[in-house]
């Protein structure tokens, strides 16, 4: 990845479009956000680093309560991927 600081800066308002999504704190190459559930209102975190040492961003999507997500946050890191690959070409 080219910029991975000028990408996790491109998300953001990608990530505020997402339902249910809240943006919490937001500095040079880091994003985190809460997302609620639909059903439930549990809320997960959402975290985006950018490493520009690597070369690369990392995610990660973590359930505050609970044993199993059902996929969810898998699936949530999935679409943010994508979302990445859209914004850096």
Do not use: C, W
């Not at 559930?37 to 309560?65: M, N, T």
């Amino acid at each position: 990845m080219a910029e991975p600081v000028a990408a996790v800066q491109a998300l953001q308002p990608l990530l505020e479009l997402m339902p249910r999504t809240n943006l919490v704190d937001q500095s040079e190459g880091y994003l985190h956000a809460t997302v609620s559930s639909a059903f439930f209102g549990f809320v997960d975190d959402l975290e985006i680093y950018a490493d520009p040492i690597r070369g690369l961003v990392q995610a990660r999507s973590v359930s505050r309560l609970g044993d199993s997500d059902l996929g969810v946050n898998a699936k949530r890191l999935a679409d943010v991927k994508l979302l990445l690959q859209g914004v850096t070409g």
